[in-house]
């Protein structure tokens, strides 16, 4: 007889949606665990997700592979607008959760699931990405979350798996580490303080060269089409350069942003790839647009990072801001020197046709090649006319 119970869970192998998984197909639920990889899962890691699921009395498993969608969809924009949420997060592991929230879905809709649910608590960010995207696409299907519901902590969760017979050793899990193409996240008792630094080893990248070494990123209208001169897709090169710069331990930081349920949160990551990139993209087009293009750009590109990071990434006003940032990159092409080092690194600068700071125009500081000094003096003394009349009318306060 078929199952009118059938749910899709979004299952990523942790212990929180390990414990939905049992605590859903005992409660009778036809249970279809869907994990998406956007850059986090090698193979060997997707067969071991897949055998301890069917552990944990799932029907069915699947695999999605999302890398260049999530690419295409989010990572491109997050590169054109050069977004480090508070100047610091590159947003890793937001941006991947709704390109998650959306495949899950609608794989849900494809097997005509009416249920789905997930494992975030009732305490953070995700919860709010994984219900909207699932709300919005599918009113229809029931999302249902134990965790957040019961206010599970994670020993209940563990001592519950260890009587229904699933001991995978939870307790060796000290830190929470979400991995994918944009970063990796890494969450722990260290993160839940105000002063505490996470230690070396938290960190998944460890100190494995000390020699300098110089990489070019080459970019095509904003893309990341080569590195060292060999082309391939700009997804691929991120992942070749994260494999570079991972072995000098670079991108790691701690960022603290207010969640879109109202605390403070405090979250580690390391994003090697992802902080080269924005920096060397961001001086690329320092070069090639001009000032208020990245006056703008500037705004728009908070205002689109914040978007994505609470969830609202099916409003349409991120298309509107997308299609702004796509033209904007037009002129946005060459090539960028970065030098990798222990711990950090610098950029020496960068090649392009479409360089602004064009000698045949003027030296800044030295010469110019396209005003006379009279037209000097003229520019200065109407420029200068708003302040002066305002300091003649207010001379007296």
Request: glycine share 8%; net charge negative; charged share 20%.
């Amino acid at each position: 007889m078929k199952n009118s119970k059938k749910l899709v869970i979004a299952y990523s192998g942790g212990l929180d949606t390990s414990y939905c998984a049992v605590s859903l197909s005992r409660a009778g639920y036809e249970v279809h665990a869907v994990s998406v990889n956007t850059g986090g899962f090698t193979e060997s890691d997707v067969k071991t997700i897949e055998q301890n699921a069917y552990k944990m009395g799932v029907s069915t498993y699947k695999n999605i592979q999302a890398v260049t969608t999530f690419y295409k969809k989010v990572v491109k924009y997050l590169i054109f607008g050069n977004v480090l949420k508070n100047n610091t997060y590159p947003l890793s592991v937001s941006a991947e959760r709704i390109v998650q929230a959306i495949e899950i879905i609608e794989y849900a809709k494809s097997i005509g699931a009416k249920y789905i649910a997930h494992g975030s608590t009732g305490a953070g960010n995700d919860q709010v990405r994984f219900d909207m995207i699932f709300q919005t696409l599918a009113p229809e299907i029931e999302i249902i979350t134990p965790i957040r519901d019961q206010k599970l902590t994670r020993q209940e969760e563990i001592t519950y798996l260890k009587l229904n017979g699933i001991d995978l050793d939870w307790e060796k899990a000290k830190y929470s580490i979400n991995k994918g193409l944009w970063g990796t996240s890494v969450g722990g008792d260290e993160t839940l303080t105000s002063h505490l630094a996470l230690p070396e080893a938290a960190y998944p990248s460890q100190l494995e060269s000390e020699t300098p070494e110089t990489v070019t990123l080459t970019f095509s209208k904003g893309e990341l089409t080569a590195l060292n001169g060999v082309e391939n897709a700009p997804e691929i090169n991120i992942q070749l350069l994260d494999v570079i710069a991972s072995k000098f331990a670079i991108g790691r930081d701690i960022h603290v942003g207010d969640t879109i349920v109202g605390i403070k949160g405090r979250v580690g990551f390391e994003a090697a790839a992802a902080l080269i990139i924005v920096k060397a993209h961001h001086l690329l087009e320092k070069h090639t647009l001009t000032k208020w293009q990245l006056q703008h750009k500037d705004y728009l590109s908070n205002f689109y990072g914040m978007h994505l990071h609470e969830g609202q990434y099916l409003d349409p006003v991120m298309r509107d801001m997308e299609a702004f940032l796509s033209n904007s990159q037009h002129s946005v092409s060459g090539s960028v020197e970065v030098e990798l080092k222990p711990y950090h690194f610098s950029i020496n600068g960068i090649q392009s046709e479409y360089d602004l700071m064009n000698a045949k125009f003027g030296s800044y500081g030295e010469i110019n090649n396209s005003w006379t000094a009279e037209e000097a003096k003229g520019f200065i003394k109407i420029n200068g006319n708003q302040n002066k009349i305002h300091q003649q009318v207010n001379s007296e306060l």
